[in-house]
């Protein structure tokens, strides 16, 4: 059974900086693109930063030059580092995973909450 544990959420000032990490287990295929994606209050859910499994990156244009998205050695391991957070990055944060096998699965995390107080 796949599963994705995010943690790192939490409570900051604007200007401040927070790390997220998403864990995931359970896919005997390995798992390939990667990504965080978030949802503000009364929004839909919108994508942050992607990695292939190659680390290759893609980032929204909210977020360029403030997140950085990595990934650990061991390919099931994402990081977010998050940079200068202004009020507007105040959402939660779902991590995401796709495994390919005969076609694409999509899995989520359950999500850990940032708030970026002004």
């Known amino acids: 059974q796949v599963q994705l544990v995010e943690s790192g959420g939490g409570l900051v000032q604007s200007g401040e900086s927070l790390r997220l990490s998403c864990v995931a287990s359970?896919?005997?295929?390995?798992?390939?693109?990667m990504g965080w994606y978030r949802q503000a209050p009364g929004e839909q859910r919108e994508l942050v930063a992607t990695v292939t499994i190659t680390g290759g990156t893609l980032y929204a244009d909210s977020v360029k030059d403030r997140f950085t998205i990595s990934r650990g050695k061991g390919r099931n391991t994402i990081y977010l580092q998050m940079n200068s957070l202004k009020p507007n990055d105040t959402a939660v944060y779902y991590c995401n995973a796709k495994v390919l096998i005969n076609r694409e699965y999509t899995y989520w995390g359950q999500g850990t909450q940032v708030t970026v107080s002004s």
């Open positions: 359970g896919s005997k295929y390995g798992f390939g693109t």
